[in-house]
C-alpha cells in the first residue's frame, strides 16, 4: 500500500491499527476492572500492562479509561470498542471449538436423515459400526420421506441422507454407493407362498401391496411389471415397513429392498422376482460445505456394510 493510501486521522496523520496483544490487554482491563487484575489474569506485571495501554491510548487519540475515586472507569468510547472486541473474541472462540473438534479423531455431531427403506436396518449396521470405531461421536439419525430430504438440507438439518433415490436441487450432490436385490415377500399361508419365484403374472387374481408411483418403489414396481399390474394394489404404501405389516396381517404380498429390513419374522415368506430388480443405495450431501469428517468415516462404514454378502 502506498503511503499515501494509508487510513489517517482527522488532523492527516496516518493511524497505525492496533495489534491483537493491544486488544487483549484492553479486554482484560474491561473485564477485571484494574490493571493489576487484568496483570494477574494474564500472567503480565502491572507496568508491563501500564505501557501497554498508553501505547494503546496514543495510539487511537483517545483515553480509554479514567480514574474515578481511585478506580479506572471504562470511557463511552472504551465500552463502543469493547462491543466490537468481544465479537472478534466469540469468533475466536468458535475457531477453537471447531480446532478441538477436528483433532478428536472423529468426535462432533453428525447428521444423518434416510428414508425409511434403508432406516431399519442398513444405517443402524453402518452407525454400529462408525462408533465402534469412534466411540466419542454423535449422531443425530431420523428417517424422512423421500420428498422431505431436500427441506432438511436448506434447513440445515442434515448433513448426509440415505435414499433409493437422489433429491434433485442444484445444492446437493449424490453418488451412488451400491445396490440390493428386491424381493417379494408374501405371508406363509398365501398361494404365492408355494411359487419359488415370483412373476408379474402372479398378481392377477390376489390383493397386494403397491406404492404410489412417484416413490422410488413405485418406480421399481413400474419396471417389473412393464407398464400397469393386470390388478392394481390393493393397499398403497410409503415405506417397507408399513408393507411388511400388512404382509403380517396377511393382506397380500408385497415388494422390499432384500436389505431394508431387519430380521424377517417366522410369519413372513421371502422369495425372489423374475425379472430381477435391485434398489440403489444413494449418499446425497450439500455442495455448499464441505462434508464433516465424521461424515466421510460414516460413508466408509456404509460402504463395508454394502460390501458384505448379504
Not at 470511557?75 to 477436528?102: C, H, K, S, W
Not at 393382506?251 to 431387519?262: E, F, H, N, Q, R
Not at 464441505?290 to 454394502?306: E, K, Q, S, T
Request: glycine content about 6%; hydrophobic content about 40%.
Amino acid at each position: 500500500m502506498d503511503a499515501l493510501d494509508e487510513p489517517r486521522d482527522e488532523d492527516g496523520s496516518a493511524a497505525r491499527p492496533l495489534n491483537l496483544r493491544q486488544l487483549e490487554v484492553f479486554r482484560a482491563i474491561m473485564m477485571s476492572g484494574s490493571i493489576s487484575a487484568a496483570g494477574r489474569a494474564l500472567h503480565v506485571s502491572q507496568p508491563a500492562l501500564s505501557r501497554v495501554l498508553a501505547l494503546t491510548e496514543s495510539r487511537l487519540g483517545y483515553p480509554l479509561f479514567e480514574r474515578v475515586r481511585g478506580r479506572l472507569a471504562p470511557t463511552p468510547e472504551a465500552r463502543r470498542l469493547f462491543a466490537e472486541v468481544e465479537q472478534v473474541y466469540g469468533g475466536i472462540q468458535r475457531v477453537n471449538d471447531l480446532a478441538a473438534n477436528l483433532g478428536r479423531k472423529g468426535a462432533g455431531m453428525l447428521r444423518v436423515v434416510t428414508s425409511a427403506s434403508y432406516g431399519q436396518r442398513l444405517v443402524p449396521q453402518a452407525l454400529a459400526r462408525l462408533l465402534a470405531r469412534n466411540p466419542r461421536a454423535r449422531v443425530d439419525f431420523r428417517s424422512a420421506t423421500y420428498d422431505e430430504l431436500v427441506g432438511y438440507f436448506l434447513t440445515g438439518q442434515a448433513d448426509l441422507s440415505i435414499s433409493m433415490s437422489p433429491p434433485d436441487h442444484p445444492s446437493l450432490d449424490s453418488e451412488k454407493l451400491g445396490e440390493h436385490a428386491l424381493v417379494c415377500i408374501v405371508p406363509p399361508d398365501h398361494p404365492l407362498a408355494e411359487h419359488d419365484v415370483i412373476r408379474p403374472q402372479d398378481f392377477t387374481s390376489s390383493a397386494w401391496i403397491g406404492y404410489p408411483p412417484g416413490t422410488p418403489l413405485g418406480t421399481a414396481l413400474r419396471s417389473f411389471f412393464g407398464s400397469e399390474p393386470v390388478m392394481p394394489a390393493a393397499i398403497e404404501v410409503h415405506s417397507p415397513v408399513s408393507a411388511l405389516a400388512c404382509v403380517q396381517q396377511g393382506i397380500g404380498p408385497a415388494m422390499v429392498d432384500s436389505t431394508s429390513l431387519a430380521k424377517m419374522p417366522a410369519e413372513v415368506t421371502v422369495r425372489p422376482i423374475e425379472p430381477a430388480l435391485s434398489a440403489p443405495v444413494w449418499a446425497t450431501q450439500s455442495n455448499l460445505t464441505p462434508l464433516p469428517l465424521l461424515g466421510r468415516r460414516f460413508l466408509d462404514a456404509l460402504r463395508a456394510v454394502l460390501a458384505k454378502p448379504a
